[in-house]
């Protein structure tokens, strides 16, 4: 099994970046993927996710608006925009996928309910 993001890098406040995740060793549809995030001395937040299986979405408040999460089936693969980033955004960005497809709400979208977590990716957010 493996999770592997991509797309992290420098921006700029105002900016936007895509990240991806590629998921390996199980059937993606039977998941949910979503994204979690992390800076040194705080604790992990839930960003977003997704159900690839019938596209339920969720996001944190702080992010509605400027980050989309999408999924391509046939990649087995899932997309997050993110537009008007602030320096606040600046994170270790982690995917992870958690069994069943269900998961993807508000009330159980958790990192406790994660199975499989990727390495991360860090994004900065900097002018």
């Known amino acids: 099994v493996q999770l592997v993001e991509s797309g992290g890098g420098l921006v700029q406040p105002g900016g936007s970046l895509t990240l991806s995740c590629t998921a390996s060793g199980f059937n993606f549809q039977d998941y949910a993927i979503g994204w979690f995030r992390q800076v040194p001395g705080k604790e992990r937040e839930r960003v977003t996710c997704?159900?690839?299986?019938?596209?339920?979405?969720y996001y944190t408040d702080s992010v509605k608006g400027r980050f989309t999460i999408s999924s391509d089936n046939s990649k087995n693969t899932v997309y997050r925009r993110m537009n008007r980033l602030r320096p606040e955004d600046t994170s270790v960005y982690y995917c992870?996928?958690?069994?069943?497809?269900?998961?993807?709400?508000?009330?159980?979208?958790?990192?406790?309910?994660?199975?499989?977590w990727g390495r991360g990716t860090l994004v900065t957010v900097s002018s």
């Open positions: 992870a996928a958690g069994e069943p497809p269900g998961v993807c709400t508000e009330a159980m979208f958790a990192d406790y309910a994660m199975n499989y």
């Open positions: 997704i159900s690839p299986l019938d596209h339920t979405t």
